[in-house]
Structures are given as C-alpha cells and as structure tokens.
C-alpha cells in the first residue's frame, strides 16, 4: 500500500534559519504530493503540491521539489520565522486521480528569537 | 467567503451516549472527508463520500456513522461503541472531477472529549 514518512519532530530553529523537512514516500506510479500545515488548534491548510515528476511546488517562501529516483518531497524554506512554527504534514494521492491522501505522522516546527 | 464550517469546536461526551460532529461546506465540492487526530499522529481515515448518498469506510471506520443527504453537509456520529473517542477530528471536502489532483480543503476540526 501507499505509505509516507516524514523526520520525526520537534525540530527546533532559530529565527532566520534554513529550514529541511525530509518526506519520502512509497507508491506505485506517479502519485500526487502535498505539503500541509496545522497552526494550533486548527485544521490543516495547503501548503504546495507537485503533480508530476521534477515540478517544484512552492509558497510563502517554501519549496519542494518532487523526486521521483529518490521518492522524496523535502520540504525547504531559506529563513524562517516565529510565525512559521506549526506542524507540517507530508502527503500522497495515488496514481490516476481519486482523492484519498496518504499523510506522514507530522513533523513539528518550533522557530525561536 | 467559501469554506467548511465545523461545529461545535469543543464537544464532550459522556460515557455510553452517542454524539454527531457537523461538516458544512459552501465549495460546492464533491467529495468529503472525516479524519482523526491522535496526539503525535498523522490523521486516519474514517469515512469518505464520493457523491451525495453513497459513502464509504476508511481504515477505522468501526465506532463511527456518517451520513450524506445534501451534498454541503456530512455529519459524522461517534457511537457509544467507539472505545476511545477522545481526538480531534477534522473534516475536509475537494474536487472529483479534475484532470489531475486536487488538494483536500480542511475544517478547523472539532476536539471531543469524554467526560
């Protein structure tokens, strides 16, 4: 079955630091990847998304480009801020369309002064 | 502005009573979707729905109905014979007919707790 795993959290950064949150995913095909974000005591919101092989997904300053030799969707951002800090949540929908997302265990983010 | 409504933000439940979870949206979106949230999990699955009056499990479905009458609403009932109802539970809806994926949208999720 379809599986994603994400770097086990917390991570904690300073202000202003680089930021990499690995995901690596086990699918057949090309799936569809996703970068969610939960703010406390919230839902979950897009972040970006990669439909194909090599296309970088991108927003707010974050980046992920998906790689198909390695199956992976890291997750970056050159600068990070307080307001940044927040759970980030990997996922996948299969193959050929349908809507069902695959998450990661979610990797949480602490950015401080 | 459009989006999905969850309601209440804070439930509690006694034991052996059932309760149900509202999910409204206002996307015109086809699919819907209920998640659980476990502390230090990712979210599970627990039922799904395609179109309006049709709906199907997902990984942890036991415990817990659904029903899908309108298609802006998809109420969720935790049923006495749900052992650890005590989560998060969040609601998403999106698109079917696409040409490619389309990403879910979420609710602001409801927290049940047991009394």
């Known amino acids: 079955g379809n599986s994603v795993t994400q770097m086990e959290g917390p991570v904690t950064l300073s202000e202003e630091a680089f930021l990499t949150i690995n995901c690596t995913y086990t699918a057949t095909g090309y799936p569809s990847l996703f970068w969610y974000v939960q703010y406390p005591g919230e839902g979950l919101q897009l972040l970006l998304k990669?439909?194909?092989?090599?296309d970088k997904g991108s927003n707010k300053g974050f980046e992920a480009t998906y790689r198909k030799e390695t199956t992976s969707f890291h997750l970056e951002k050159g600068s990070v801020q307080v307001s940044d800090s927040a759970v980030y949540f990997c996922a996948l929908t299969p193959t050929g369309g349908g809507n069902k997302l695959t998450f990661g265990t979610g990797t949480q983010l602490k950015v401080e002064l | 502005d459009g989006g999905i409504t969850q309601s209440p933000k804070y439930l509690f439940r006694k034991e052996g009573q059932n309760v149900t979870l509202s999910c409204e949206q206002n996307l015109n979106h086809d699919a819907m979707y209920w998640y659980r949230q476990d502390p230090g999990q990712g979210l599970r699955l627990i039922y799904y729905s395609q179109i309006v009056n049709d709906f199907q499990k997902g990984d942890i479905a036991e415990g817990y109905s659904v029903s899908r009458e309108k298609k802006e609403s998809f109420p969720l009932t935790v049923t006495s014979a749900q052992k650890n109802p005590t989560a998060f539970y969040l609601c998403?809806?999106?698109?079917?007919?696409?040409?490619?994926?389309?990403?879910?949208?979420f609710g602001d999720g409801t927290r049940l707790s047991i009394l």
């Open positions: 990669a439909t194909k092989a090599d």
């Open positions: 998403a809806s999106s698109m079917t007919r696409q040409v490619g994926n389309q990403p879910q949208h």
